[in-house]
Structure formats: C-alpha cells, structure tokens
C-alpha cells in the first residue's frame, strides 16, 4: 500500500516570496492533516480536512497561509509571504477518520533566508 | 480544551534496562491516544494507540503503553531498550467527533550501550 506522498522534501525561498506544498493522502483516507513542525517542537496542526472540508483550521495563520483538497483528494498547502519564522517541516497526514491512527508523509522541509 | 504534556525534553537508558517515556492528557469527554516515533529527517511512525478496553495496550517493535485514567496519563514503556530505540517520541491524543489530533512536545529517547 503506498503511503502519504508529499512534494517537494526541501525547499529554500527568500523572506516575502510565495512557496506551494504538495500532499498526496493514502487512497480511501477521508481525513487530511497538515501539521508544522519547528525544529525542536511537536507537530503543530494548521489544518483538518474531512473529505473536501475543513474541519478545523484555527491554528492556521489565514493572512499568509492558505489551503485546499479539491475532489477530497489531493492537498495543497500555500505560504505568501513567506517570513523567516515559518523555516520548519511541514508534514501533511491522513487517516480513514475518527478515531483512527493518523499516516504521515516524509515531510517538506522549508528554509527561509 | 485537548492538550498533551511530555514533562522529559529526553530520556537516557542504557541499553537492555527497561524504559518509560512519559505522557499527561487533557481533553473533554473519552480520551483517545497514541504514540509516534521519529527517526532523523523521517515522518512520524505510528506505534501504538489506546481506544478503549484494557488498560495496557501493546504495539510495535516492543513498546507498550498503560493507560492510567485517575493520573490522565499514558506513559509509554519498553521491558528491554535498545540502542536502535534512540528516537524523539510523540504522544497525541485525538477526539472521536471531529478527528482532530494533538501532539506533545516530543521526548528525545537515548540508549547507550
């Protein structure tokens, strides 16, 4: 079975330019994570999907951070402007829903310089 | 509210002793939780989770987990560490209506020879 695909696994970007993550979920899973994870930290949610809806995005800084699962597949997760404090991993997982363990990708790592 | 607290930035064991990595939860209504494992420039690994019944929940490569709901705690243990268990360990915990899942701030594991 294939697991949580993500793009890029790196990416360096200067202060105010625009950067795009991509999130391919395990086939079948209806929920859909994106975490932050700063170096040191524990994964910090931005956003829950449930099929092509958000469930709860109150973390997610929504001034220079936006997100989408169109069809409730597929995820994009976007940063413009980017600021130096957003260096981190973003790690985008999935799950059947509920209750149920959550499968996490290899991560982007972001560099903002 | 839903918060995990990991009260141990690291854990040191030598190799063979047993190991207890820590976890308190906060949360309304049942709690539902998990441990990750994280390996250098790896996504986290899921390795055990607690949903309801006995009280102490076995999983991969070893480790287990109790599950204690007077002390909201959900401390993960291991009878014989190894020096490949050298990780960072996340405890989460989820809430069934909505999915959402929050994790601690990651406890380093080292195991010496």
């Not at chain 1, 999907?49 to 973390?59: L, P, T, Y």
């Not at chain 2, 854990?11 to 539902?32: Q, R």
């Not at chain 2, 390996?39 to 009280?55: A, C, V």
Request: glycine share 8%; aromatic share 12%.
């Amino acid at each position: 079975e294939a697991g949580v695909a993500q793009s890029p696994r790196y990416k360096i970007i200067e202060k105010r330019q625009s950067v795009a993550f991509w999130c391919n979920p395990i086939s079948g899973h209806a929920t859909l994570y994106w975490y932050q994870q700063i170096l040191g930290q524990g994964p910090k949610l931005l956003i829950q999907f449930q099929n092509n809806g958000v469930v709860d995005d109150s973390q997610l800084p929504k001034d220079r951070f936006s997100a989408e699962r169109l069809k409730g597949v597929d995820s994009t997760l976007k940063i413009q402007p980017a600021k130096l404090e957003d260096s981190a991993v973003y790690l985008c997982a999935s799950s059947l829903g509920g209750i149920t363990e959550a499968f996490f990708g290899q991560g982007t790592r972001l560099t903002v310089v | 509210a839903q918060s995990v607290a990991q009260p141990e930035d690291q854990v040191n064991v030598a190799e063979g002793n047993p190991l207890t990595v820590k976890c308190t939860y906060s949360v309304s209504g049942n709690p539902y939780l998990f441990w990750y494992v994280q390996y250098p420039n790896r996504g986290l690994q899921f390795l055990l989770k607690y949903i309801t019944g006995d009280n102490l929940v076995k999983g991969s490569y070893g480790f287990e987990a109790e599950f204690n709901k007077s002390q909201t705690s959900f401390h993960l243990k291991k009878p014989s560490a190894l020096v490949s268990d050298s990780a960072l360990y996340f405890c989460a915990v989820g809430r069934s209506n909505t999915g959402k899942l929050i994790f601690g701030q990651g406890t380093t594991l080292q195991v010496k020879p």
